[in-house]
């Protein structure tokens, strides 16, 4: 078979790459190595993960909140394996509705794992041993990415783990030690946390989620030693030993030879991914990667080989599923002779704790390492009258602007829906609004949005109306 695209990986970057190309008239073919299409976002990544956040919050507020509202229970339990099935019902459902829009576009889709065999051609490994090839005139890469699994760590899918084997734990552990302070530890330490299990997290580096901006960390971490999380910063795993019941870990202080010994029921191993190019046969293509890993793109995400193109994790940039997206978009418009447009500096980052956290544009850090400068203006969630009524009084809005111009050059926040929130600071960025432009966009009340607007009139002269 002859395609006018291939693409291979058909995660967000990948599927979402497949359907504008149909959309554009390109016969197109996607090629997955698992049976369910979606990559790891839609099976064992955002989607699972954010079910089983939003299980294990309700069990919390019930425990801890619903109290204050009135609202008496009793025998108040969690039956795990049901939040497990509920979780792989929603993934059931999501990866069924994307196969549906496969057929809806005429989408051609194989499944096994594809790797090139000549520049133009993809051979597909099945399952049952047999294999087709298929050619394309264009094919985009977007593999994704897994987990790094140091070799040391004695990763055994049993009590050292990854997220992949976090999410179908059937059992409440009574310990858990996680390894990385970054966003996918985060999010299930707390999910664990809400639950009972007596979590702590192991970081290299100085504080928690390092890529957000400063003041997020802190208030991160506020409240998540609030739900009973601990935390070793400036500390390094330096053993794993798993046992049938358990694992033990041992751990070290950066820059010293202090260390100390702890034991747990499983060791959640979240210290970053690494591209998935495994067994590609890139180099049948006339492919090669950096020291990373990764695939070498141009400004068009385009390889080295003009016809193929690269998107998502397998390139540079952060691993998020929406910036795969936009990837797959743009790749296939600039095939289409179009001239689309990604503004990388606005890629919103998101972690789905709760209280939730989200950031785009520069952080504090970054402006005082480059010696912009700048104003900031800070606003508590708990002033606000929506966060009382709701009790989610954690967190706070922080915008940035230019000390001279008064551009929006960063928002940052921790809060109730932040996640959804954030896209009002993306919008306002695109079209480089001002600090007094958010500040005198009406905003209805009482909402959390309103913390967004007392931000902003705390940059632009410090002048917030309810603090």
């Known amino acids: 078979m002859k395609y006018d695209l291939i693409v291979i990986g058909s995660g967000p970057g990948g599927y979402v790459a497949a359907i504008r190309a149909a959309q554009l008239g390109m016969k197109t073919a996607i090629i997955e190595k698992y049976n369910t299409l979606g990559g ?41 394996p049901q939040m497990i099935r509920r979780k792989n019902e929603v993934v059931e459902q999501t990866v069924s509705g994307l196969s549906f829009l496969m057929k809806k576009n005429k989408i051609d889709v194989y499944t096994g794992h594809g790797a090139f065999v000549g520049p133009h051609r993809v051979s597909i490994a099945k399952s049952d041993g047999s294999s087709e090839e298929i050619e394309g005139e264009k094919i985009i890469i977007a593999t994704g990415s897994k987990p790094i699994v140091p070799s040391g760590f004695q990763y055994d899918k049993k009590r050292v783990i990854t997220s992949t084997e976090a999410l179908n734990i059937e059992e409440i552990p009574k310990r858990m030690l996680i390894v990385g302070g970054g966003v996918i530890g985060l999010e299930l330490g707390s999910v664990f946390a809400r639950l009972g299990t007596e979590v702590e997290v192991v970081e290299y580096l100085d504080r928690i989620i390092p890529g957000m901006d400063g003041d997020c960390s802190k208030e991160l ?14 500390h390094a795993v330096t053993e794993v030993k798993p046992t049938k019941k358990g694992v033990t870990i041992t751990v070290q202080k950066r820059d010293s030879d202090e260390t100390f010994t702890t034991t747990a029921d499983y060791c959640l191993l979240s210290i970053g991914r690494r591209p998935y190019t495994d067994k590609l046969g890139l180099d049948k293509a006339g492919l090669a990667v950096d020291e990373k890993g990764r695939i070498p793109v141009d400004e068009h995400l385009r390889t080295n080989v003009p016809h193929i193109y690269a998107i998502g994790d397998v390139i540079r940039g952060a691993m998020l599923a929406h910036k795969a997206e936009e990837e797959g978009v743009f790749a296939v418009e600039v095939i289409a002779g179009q001239q ?45 009258g929506r966060a009382r009524a709701s009790t989610d009084t954690e967190g706070m809005i922080k915008v940035l602007a230019h000390k001279e111009t008064d551009e929006i050059l960063g928002v940052h926040m921790v809060g109730p829906r932040v996640a959804d929130m954030i896209v009002e600071a993306v919008a306002l960025m695109e079209f480089r609004a001002s600090a007094e432009d958010a500040a005198r966009m009406s905003h209805p009340h009482p909402t959390y949005t309103e913390a967004v607007k007392e931000a902003a009139l705390a940059a632009t002269d410090n002048r917030p109306i309810h603090i």
């Open 40 to 80: 790891t976002c839609l099976n064992v990544g955002c989607i699972p993960s954010k079910a089983l956040l939003d299980s294990s919050e309700h069990y919390h507020n019930a425990k801890e909140k619903f109290g204050m509202h009135g609202i008496k229970l009793s025998g108040l339990e969690v039956e795990m």
């Open 221 to 234: 971490m506020r409240s998540l030693k609030k739900l009973g999380m601990t935390f070793h910063l400036r």
């Open 340 to 384: 689309p447009h990604i503004n990388y500096g606005l890629i919103p980052g998101v972690v789905y704790t709760w209280p939730e956290v989200a950031g785009v544009g520069k952080t504090e850090e970054q402006l005082k390492e480059e010696g912009q400068p700048y104003k900031v203006g800070k606003f508590p969630i708990k002033a606000l």
